[in-house]
């Protein structure tokens, strides 16, 4: 059997693996159950980097499954650690393109931070992997696998949170967003609790939508940056495909808590009045509004708002009732933000000193 035709496990939900595996043993009169044992292997706590690191299974049936079926890594390129515990990783593919996953470290939680696209074919102004333009979707074992080569680093790192804050717009590569969420909340994936799963958008719209016909209770963010069309389609050219209007209703009908995402930029989306417009948003939809301070780096052309003046716009928005956090910038000595190490690894921009 030539390597094309195997079926690659890590594409499927964990009840279809554990199925596809119990019918193979079985058609090969082995009992189904071993199947099943074989299904255990591929997630969670301890996945397996080779069949034959099942060591459970009779050695016949390890090397009978490796010529029907493959379980594909993600090769570690690049990793660093940043002064705040922060650690950031590239991962390469087998054609080559490259991806960030983020592990960032804070209490006694563990948040990864996940691509998915390799590239970005919407070009906000102020982002990286926007810059450096679309490659492709990665399909469900090239996110997921982000997660399980984690939990086989020694020593392992096992998520309490992931975010779909990474590389790419999550909702335009829904058909692999929609079964790595079940693989990432299942218990026979990596059982993260789906409340502790957000995707992040600019507001694509059918993805919004079959997000929301979930049953699992998923967390949605929306990357709204700027509260009226003329001032957002300059920053989100997305915005003329599904202007605010559109994204606004689609936030208020989810019925779930919705977050606002809103990277702060000096002199171009933080002056009071701005704050009061995005208020009126906000209090429409019941969103949080995480308010993201500009992350240097990737920032083409950009200033960062300055605290005091963050601090300014955080207050009014709660005088105006909107509750409202002003995100930890982590990594920022990594170049931790969306899209930066690739950008430094690729296009060789001078590296950031890990102090
Ligand atoms: N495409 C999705 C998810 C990836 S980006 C989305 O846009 O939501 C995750 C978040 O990081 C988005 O809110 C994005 O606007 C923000 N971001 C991108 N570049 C940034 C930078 N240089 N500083 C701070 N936030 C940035």
Known sequence: MTTASRTNLLNLTPAEAESALRAFAESHGVPAYRGSQ??????????????????DLPKSFRALVAEHFELP?????AEQTSSDGTRKFLFTMHDGQAIETVAIPDGDRLTFCVSSQAGCALQCSFCATGAMGFARNLTVHEIAGQVRELAMLSPPLFATNIVFMGMGEPLMNWASVDKTLTILNDPKGFGIGARHITVSTVGWLPGIEALGARKEQFRLAISIHAPTDALRATLMPVNTKFPLAVVIDAAAAFDRRVTFEYVMLGGVNDTPAIASELAGLARRCKAFVNLIPLHPGGAMGFAPTTRENIGAFARQLRVHGVEVAIRKSRGTDIAAACGQLRVERLERRRPVAAN
Do not use: C, N
């Not at 074989?38 to 060591?55: I, K, N, Q, V, Y």
């Not at 890594?73 to 390129?77: E, F, H, V």
């Open 38 to 55: 074989a299904s255990r292997h591929l997630w969670g706590t301890a996945p397996a980097a080779t069949f034959e690191d099942m060591t």
């Open 73 to 77: 890594r993600l090769a570690l390129a």
